[in-house]
């Protein structure tokens, strides 16, 4: 089996900082990518950063220049350092990652998501 387990989240005032933390824990060959991933009320989930095995990253152009994502992959861990929140940055954070794991026949990869952070951003 394997776990995302997110934390950091919280209530913070409009231009201030959270940095969240996703760890990954189990049965893991390796890790490919790690993002991030939020939810507003009555919107749909929307990718806001991702970073690959290789050191590639990207992020959604909402958060460019205020949102920094790191991977520290000794520790299976990815960051996402949050500066200058704005109130309609509230939502549901979530961490994904896709994985590979030892199977009967092989190498497979899996997609996993974690339970979700709230970060609420007040004006």
């Known amino acids: 089996q394997v776990q995302l387990v997110e934390s950091g989240g919280g209530l913070v005032q409009a231009g201030g900082s959270l940095r969240l933390s996703c760890a990954a824990s189990?049965?893991?060959?390796?890790?490919?990518?790690m993002d991030w991933y939020r939810q507003a009320p009555g919107k749909q989930r929307e990718l806001v950063a991702a970073?690959?095995?290789?050191?590639?990253?990207n992020y959604a152009d909402f958060v460019k220049g205020r949102f920094s994502i790191s991977r520290d992959n000794a520790k299976n861990t990815i960051y996402l350092q949050m500066n200058s929140l704005k109130p309609e940055d509230t939502a549901v954070y979530y961490c994904?990652?896709?994985?590979?794991?030892?199977?009967?026949?092989?190498?497979?990869?899996?997609?996993?998501w974690g339970q979700g952070t709230q970060v609420t951003v007040s004006s």
């Open positions: 994904h990652a896709l994985i590979l794991r030892h199977t009967l026949v092989g190498v497979n990869e899996y997609s996993y």
């Open positions: 189990g049965s893991i060959f390796s890790i490919n990518a």
């Open positions: 970073s690959t095995s290789g050191g590639g990253i």
